[in-house]
C-alpha cells in the first residue's frame, strides 16, 4: 500500500514537472534585455523555483527507475498480488485521469501567468527602448544646447568686451561731461556778469538816449553835443550785437548820430524804426522832416513836419523848419504863419527870426525883414542864417556895402551856406567886383546847383550879364549857341 502511495506521487511529480517546463521556457524566451524590475525580479525567482523543481524531478525519475525494477521485481515475485495489483492500477488510472486534469488546469493558469508576465516584460522592454530613444533625443538635444551654450558664451564674451568698452566711454562721456558742466558754470557767470553789465549799460543808455534827444539838428551842434549822440549811438549798437531789442529811444539817438553824418538815408531808415515802436513820437516825425529836406523830398518833409506839428502843436521847430519847407516852393505866406507860430511859442527862437526876415523878403516887405534879421541877431551874434538873411533885406535895400559886410560874416560862420556866399556875390557885382563875384558864385554853385539857374536871372547879376565867365559859369554861352 505503501508503495503505491509513492507511485502515485512521483507520478504527480513528474505531471507537474511536464507542465511547468513550457512556462519556464516562454518565460526565459521573454528575458528583456532592460534593466530589472518588480515584475522581472519575481520572475527570476520563479525561473529559480522552477530549477529547483526540475532538479527534483531528476532526482525523482532516477527513483522511478529504481521502482521500475522493484515493480518487475515484485511482478515476478508475486502474481498473487496481480488482482489487487489491477484493482490498484484501476484507482491509479482513475488517480491519474483526475492529476492530470489538475496538472492541465495548473499548468494552463501557470502558462497564463507567464503568457502575462511576458507581456509585462515585453511591454517594459519597449518602454525601455523608448526611454533609450528619449534619452538618445535628450543627449542630441543636449548637444544642441552645448553648442548653443558655446556660441552664446561667445556671444557674451563679445557683448562683456563691448560692455567694457561702453563702460569706458561712458566714463569718458561723464568726464567730458564733467568738464562741460564746469564750462557751463564759467559761462553762466559770464552770462550773469554780461547781464549785469548790459543792465548797467542799459541803465547809462537811457541817460544817454535822453541827453542825445536833446540835441537841436537844426542849429551848431557842439562838440560835447556830438560825442553825447555818438556814445548814445555806439551804446544801441551794442545792445543789438548782444540781442537786446532797442526802445524808440535807442533809434532815436541812432538817427541822431546818422544825421550829423550827414548819412541822410539811414537816418530815415532810424526814425521809421523809432516810429514802428512809437508811431506818435513827435520828435522823430519832426527829424526826419529834416533828413528828408537836406535830401530834397521837400512834399515829403512839409509831410513829416506836419504830421510834427499834428502830435505836438507846441514843438516850436515843427512850426519853424514846416515854414523852411514852404519858403523853398515859394509859399512865403504860409512861412510866415509858420514861423510866427513858432516865435509865439519860443520868442527868442533866434533861428526863426533869421528866416522869418527870409520869408519878409520873398514877400517885398525889406524893412522888417531886416528887423527880424536885427533881433536874430541880437538873440545869437554866432547864428549864421541870420547874418545871411540879414545880408539878403540890405541887398533889397540897396545898402550893398552893409550886405557885403553882413554876408562875409555869414561866410566866416558858416562856410557850408551856399546862400551866404550867393549873397555876397551879388553884393560884389552890385559894387562892380566881378571877379569876386564870379569866385563866391562859382562857390555857392559848387555847394548846392540850384544856385546856377537862379543867377541866370538875378538882377543883381546884371552888370555881369557880358562878362564871358559868368556866362560860361550860369551856361548862358551853352544857350545862345
Known amino acids: 500500500m505503501i508503495r503505491y502511495r509513492q507511485v502515485i506521487t512521483l507520478a504527480l511529480v513528474a505531471l507537474c514537472s511536464c507542465a511547468s517546463r513550457p512556462a519556464l521556457s516562454a518565460a526565459r524566451a521573454a528575458?528583456?534585455?532592460?534593466?530589472?524590475?518588480?515584475?522581472?525580479?519575481?520572475?527570476?525567482?520563479?525561473?529559480?523555483?522552477?530549477?529547483?523543481?526540475?532538479?527534483?524531478?531528476?532526482?525523482?525519475?532516477?527513483?522511478?527507475?529504481?521502482?521500475?525494477?522493484?515493480?518487475?521485481?515484485?511482478?515476478?515475485?508475486g502474481?498473487?498480488?496481480?488482482?489487487?495489483?489491477?484493482?490498484?492500477?484501476?484507482?491509479?488510472?482513475?488517480?491519474?485521469?483526475?492529476?492530470?486534469?489538475?496538472?492541465?488546469?495548473?499548468?494552463?493558469?501557470?502558462?497564463?501567468?507567464?503568457?502575462?508576465?511576458?507581456?509585462g516584460i515585453q511591454g517594459l522592454a519597449k518602454g525601455a527602448e523608448e526611454t533609450l530613444e528619449r534619452a538618445r533625443e535628450t543627449g542630441r538635444r543636449a548637444d544642441d544646447a552645448v553648442r548653443e551654450a558655446s556660441s552664446c558664451a561667445g556671444a557674451a564674451a563679445e557683448s562683456l568686451e563691448e560692455a567694457r568698452h561702453a563702460e569706458q566711454r561712458a566714463k569718458e562721456s561723464a568726464d567730458n561731461a564733467s568738464r562741460l558742466m564746469a564750462e557751463i558754470g564759467e559761462q553762466h557767470d559770464k552770462a550773469n556778469a554780461a547781464v549785469r553789465r548790459i543792465e548797467d549799460m542799459?541803465?547809462?543808455?537811457?541817460t544817454r538816449y535822453s541827453a542825445a534827444a536833446k540835441v537841436d539838428l537844426e542849429t551848431k551842434v557842439s562838440v560835447e553835443q556830438r560825442e553825447a549822440v555818438q556814445e548814445a549811438a555806439a551804446t544801441a549798437n551794442v545792445l543789438e550785437d548782444l540781442g537786446q531789442k532797442l526802445s524808440q529811444e535807442a533809434y532815436f539817438a541812432r538817427g541822431n548820430d546818422h544825421f550829423l553824418?550827414?548819412?541822410?538815408?539811414?537816418?530815415?531808415?532810424?526814425?521809421?524804426?523809432?516810429?514802428?515802436?512809437?508811431?506818435?513820437?513827435?520828435?522823430?516825425?519832426?527829424?526826419?522832416?529834416?533828413?528828408?529836406?537836406r535830401l530834397g523830398r521837400y512834399?515829403?518833409?512839409?509831410?513829416a513836419f506836419e504830421r510834427a506839428v499834428e502830435l505836438r502843436p507846441d514843438l516850436a521847430a515843427a512850426h519853424h523848419n514846416k515854414g523852411v519847407v514852404l519858403a523853398e516852393v515859394g509859399r512865403y505866406g504860409e512861412m510866415l504863419?509858420?514861423?510866427?507860430?513858432?516865435?509865439?511859442?519860443?520868442?527868442?527862437?533866434?533861428?526863426?527870426?533869421?528866416?522869418?526876415?527870409?520869408?519878409?523878403?520873398?514877400?517885398?516887405?525889406?524893412?522888417?525883414?531886416?528887423?527880424?534879421?536885427?533881433?536874430a541877431v541880437e538873440l545869437d551874434p554866432t547864428l549864421g542864417p541870420a547874418h545871411v538873411n540879414r545880408a539878403g533885406a540890405l541887398l533889397q535895400l540897396a545898402r550893398y556895402g552893409d550886405a557885403l559886410e553882413a554876408s562875409s560874416r555869414a561866410v566866416e560862420l558858416t562856410p557850408g551856406d551856399d546862400?551866404?556866399?550867393y549873397n555876397r556875390a551879388c553884393a560884389y557885382s552890385r559894387l562892380n567886383r566881378k571877379e569876386d563875384a564870379v569866385c563866391d558864385l562859382r562857390r555857392a554853385i559848387e555847394i548846392n546847383a540850384k544856385r546856377q539857374a537862379e543867377a541866370r536871372t538875378d538882377p543883381d547879376f546884371g552888370g555881369l550879364r557880358d562878362d564871358p565867365q559868368f556866362r560860361k559859369l550860369v551856361g548862358l554861352e551853352e544857350d545862345s549857341s
Open 31 to 77: 528575458q528583456p534585455s532592460a534593466k530589472p524590475t518588480a515584475q522581472t525580479e519575481e520572475a527570476a525567482r520563479l525561473r529559480d523555483k522552477l530549477a529547483e523543481q526540475s532538479d527534483r524531478l531528476s532526482r525523482v525519475e532516477g527513483r522511478l527507475d529504481a521502482v521500475k525494477d522493484a515493480t518487475e521485481q515484485a511482478a515476478a515475485a
Open 79 to 119: 502474481e498473487h498480488a496481480a488482482r489487487g495489483a489491477e484493482q490498484a492500477i484501476a484507482t491509479v488510472q482513475w488517480c491519474t485521469i483526475v492529476v492530470t486534469g489538475i496538472i492541465t488546469l495548473i499548468g494552463l493558469v501557470l502558462g497564463l501567468l507567464g503568457y502575462r508576465q511576458s507581456q
Open 202 to 206: 542799459e541803465r547809462r543808455a537811457e
Open 261 to 293: 553824418r550827414e548819412e541822410y538815408e539811414r537816418a530815415i531808415a532810424e526814425y521809421d524804426q523809432a516810429l514802428r515802436l512809437k508811431p506818435d513820437l513827435a520828435v522823430a516825425h519832426h527829424n526826419r522832416g529834416l533828413a528828408l529836406y
Open 299 to 303: 512834399g515829403d518833409a512839409l509831410a
Open 337 to 375: 504863419a509858420a514861423l510866427d507860430r513858432a516865435i509865439a511859442l519860443k520868442p527868442d527862437y533866434a533861428l526863426a527870426h533869421a528866416n522869418r526876415a527870409r520869408a519878409l523878403g520873398g514877400l517885398g516887405r525889406p524893412n522888417e525883414a531886416l528887423e527880424s534879421a536885427d533881433k
Open 419 to 421: 546862400w551866404a556866399y
